[in-house]
C-alpha cells in the first residue's frame, strides 16, 4: 500500500511538472493569466455563448461576424479597441466591457474572474 501512495505521488509531481498535459503555449498562457486554464476557456467561450458573436479558432460554433474575430488576438496591440493588450486588460474587457468603453456592443455576460483568466488564457494561446 505505501508503494502504490509513493507511486501516485510521484505520478502527480510528473504531471505538474510537465503541465499537466499542457502544450508550451498554453502553459505560457496559463502563467500570463495568473493561473488560468486555457481548456477550461475554450470551455468557458462556449458556455458564454461567446461565439455567437464572435469567430474564435479552436471553438465549435464560434464562426460569427458580429463582433470582430479573435484570429490571432494574442498578438493584436488593443484588446477592445482602447485597452494595451495585456492579460489585466483582457481579463477586465472579458469580465465587464461597458466599465471600459460604454459604447461598445459587447455585453457584460457576468463572468466571474477565474472564468475570465481561463477565457483569456485560452485567447492567449492564439498567436
Keep these: 500500500m505505501r508503494l502504490l501512495a509513493i507511486c ?3 505520478l502527480l509531481f510528473i504531471c505538474a511538472a510537465c503541465g499537466g498535459g499542457m502544450s ?4 505560457a498562457a496559463a502563467e500570463m493569466t495568473g493561473g488560468g486554464n486555457p ?4 470551455a468557458a ?4 455563448g461567446c461565439g455567437t458573436c464572435h469567430t474564435i479558432p479552436g471553438v465549435r460554433g464560434a ?3 458580429v463582433g470582430p474575430p479573435l484570429t490571432q488576438v ?5 484588446v477592445g479597441g482602447v485597452l494595451t493588450n495585456s492579460p489585466e486588460n483582457m481579463i477586465r474587457w472579458i469580465r465587464d466591457p461597458r466599465a471600459v ?3 461598445t456592443a459587447m455585453p457584460t455576460l457576468g463572468v466571474t474572474d477565474q472564468d475570465a ?4 488564457s485560452y485567447l492567449y494561446t492564439l498567436k
Excluded at 39 to 42: L, M, P, S
Excluded at 74 to 78: D, G
Excluded at 117 to 120: L, Y
Aim: glycine share 4%; hydrophobic share 40%.
Design 24 to 27: 508550451t503555449a498554453e502553459q
Design 117 to 120: 483568466r481561463d477565457i483569456a
Design 8 to 10: 501516485a505521488a510521484a
Design 63 to 65: 464562426d460569427a461576424l
Design 74 to 78: 494574442a498578438s493584436r496591440s488593443y
Design 45 to 48: 467561450i462556449e458556455r458564454y
Design 39 to 42: 481548456a477550461r476557456g475554450r
Design 101 to 103: 468603453d460604454s459604447l
